[in-house]
């Protein structure tokens, strides 16, 4: 495992679209599935990742507690299931429903959806404003599995209120960390290196 931060995409940036797969229901998610929503989330997650396991429960929360807002949820998963077969399809199907996952829970094959997002470490959260413009990148709380800090979900929460309220995201974001993606091998990004 090795420790990684995101890559702090540049604030404003257009979301990439995509199609992926939903694990729990096979239905196709794009962006245009959000489309009604002001606010879009994406979280690249895997079930096997001690940083995930940490806040799983919070990720759940917020689902749940965002039910019935205005915002989008997806989780995508993209480790490569032939090295960490614990972040194959089915078991993330098997975390979705042990979860409550309240959201489509994606699986990304190609990993083309992580590089488009610059994705790097699980969790990474990648939150975009009505016109899918991305207004927070960075990390769910000072939280890490090893620190004795209680999961909140502080600073996205933030962040997302912020969105739903029409109110400016704080430009002080730290960024997430957590185990690297699992790239293929020889398909890892220029940005990863």
Same mark, same amino acid.
């Given at each position: 495992?090795?420790?990684?931060?995101?890559?702090?995409?540049?604030?404003?940036?257009?979301?990439?679209?995509?199609?992926?797969?939903?694990?729990?229901? @096979?239905?196709?998610?794009?962006?245009?599935?959000?489309a009604?929503?002001? /606010? &879009?989330? #994406?979280? *690249?997650?895997?079930?096997? %990742?001690?940083?995930?396991?940490?806040?799983?429960?919070?990720?759940?929360?917020?689902?749940?507690?965002?039910?019935?807002r205005?915002?989008?949820?997806?989780?995508?998963?993209?480790?490569?299931?032939? @090295?960490?077969?614990?972040?194959?399809?089915?078991?993330?199907?098997?975390? /979705? &429903?042990? #979860?409550? *996952?309240?959201?489509?829970? %994606?699986?990304?094959?190609?990993?083309?959806?992580?590089?488009?997002?610059?994705?790097?470490?699980?969790?990474?959260?990648f939150?975009?404003?009505?016109?899918?413009?991305?207004?927070?990148?960075?990390?769910?709380?000072?939280?890490?599995?090893?620190?004795?800090?209680?999961?909140?979900?502080?600073? #996205?929460r933030?962040?997302?209120?912020?969105?739903?309220?029409?109110?400016?995201?704080?430009?002080?974001?730290?960024?997430?960390?957590?185990?690297?993606?699992?790239?293929?091998?020889?398909?890892?990004p220029?940005?990863?290196?």
């Amino acid at each position: 495992m090795a420790l990684t931060p995101s890559t702090m995409l540049a604030l404003c940036t257009k979301a990439p679209d995509f199609q992926l797969p939903d694990v729990l229901s @096979n239905e196709k998610i794009s962006l245009a599935t959000f489309a009604d929503k002001k /606010a &879009l989330l #994406l979280m *690249f997650i895997c079930r096997h %990742c001690p940083f995930v396991k940490h806040i799983k429960d919070e990720l759940a929360q917020i689902g749940k507690d965002y039910k019935d807002r205005s915002l989008g949820i997806v989780a995508i998963s993209t480790n490569d299931v032939e @090295n960490y077969p614990d972040d194959a399809p089915e078991k993330l199907k098997e975390m /979705a &429903l042990e #979860l409550g *996952f309240t959201f489509p829970f %994606c699986y990304d094959e190609t990993q083309e959806v992580a590089k488009a997002y610059t994705a790097a470490c699980t969790p990474d959260f990648f939150l975009f404003d009505r016109h899918r413009e991305l207004v927070y990148r960075g990390q769910l709380d000072d939280s890490r599995p090893s620190n004795g800090t209680p999961v909140t979900g502080k600073d #996205l929460r933030a962040a997302i209120d912020a969105v739903l309220n029409d109110r400016p995201v704080s430009q002080e974001q730290k960024p997430s960390v957590g185990c690297n993606i699992k790239w293929k091998a020889g398909n890892a990004p220029s940005y990863y290196n």
